[in-house]
């Protein structure tokens, strides 16, 4: 059982805007900043969002991310085939004085 | 370029010990934190504990508090994760990851490649 709370899959057709959702307390997203990571398939998860809104160098655009009280999206737009990943959400715990990961969204692209 | 390249594959039997290491290049090692991150197979991405390589300050998540060591040596960039007696459940891929925001913070921002650990008897 996560910490953060992310639906287990996610799907859309090439083009469309998806959204992912990470839900958290007021220890973890509801008082600290939220990051996201991708996970190609067979490869080692990669920073796509910091400080829940920021992109390091060279992520596209079409990744953004937003945070409201104890809770956070990641939205993808203009969705491609390449996108198909799983995607986490991260957040510091104040109580667990350590940083807290989602379980993990499977996005896939029909 | 920034980048953490840890040690290869390993197969072990239960009981056995291991040490699995993680170098940084391309930073100084001493002013990020280093965290080391399992993902059973299948399964998602947990925290096991991270250091601070410029005191070997180390902190663990509870689940993982007395089943494994963090420790760092600073004089050669190289972080590390052992067992003193690996069980079956341990088999997994375990990934380092600098903690770019700081000590306190949940921002892994460079990744090594991970190591896969295999416990068979």
């Known amino acids: 059982q996560s910490v953060l709370t992310q639906p287990p899959s996610a799907s859309g057709t090439p083009g469309q805007r998806v959204t992912i959702s990470c839900s958290g307390s007021s220890s973890n997203i509801g008082s600290n900043t939220v990051n996201w990571f991708q996970q190609l398939p067979g490869t080692a998860p990669k920073l796509l969002i910091y400080?829940?809104?920021q992109r390091p160098s060279g992520v596209p655009d079409r990744f953004s991310g937003s945070k409201s009280g104890t809770s956070a999206s990641l939205a993808i737009s203009g969705l491609q085939s390449e996108d198909e990943a799983d995607y986490y959400c991260a957040a510091w715990d104040g109580s667990l004085i350590g940083p807290v990961f989602g379980g993990g969204t499977k996005l896939t692209v029909l | 370029e920034m980048q953490l390249v840890q040690s290869g594959a390993e197969v072990k039997k239960p009981g056995e010990s291991l040490r699995i290491s993680c170098k940084g290049s391309g930073y100084s090692f001493t002013t990020y934190w280093i965290s080391w991150v399992r993902q059973m197979p299948g399964k998602g991405l947990e925290l096991m504990g991270r250091?601070?390589?410029?005191?070997?300050?180390?902190n663990y998540s509870p689940s993982f508090q007395g089943h494994v060591t963090i420790s760092a040596d600073k004089s050669i960039s190289t972080a590390y994760l052992q067992w003193s007696s690996l069980k079956a459940s341990d088999t997994a891929m375990y990934y380092c990851a600098r903690l770019g925001g700081g000590g306190y913070s949940a921002r892994m921002d460079v990744w090594g490649q991970g190591t896969t650990v295999t416990v068979s008897s």
């Open positions: 250091i601070d390589p410029s005191d070997s300050y180390t």
């Open positions: 400080s829940n809104t």
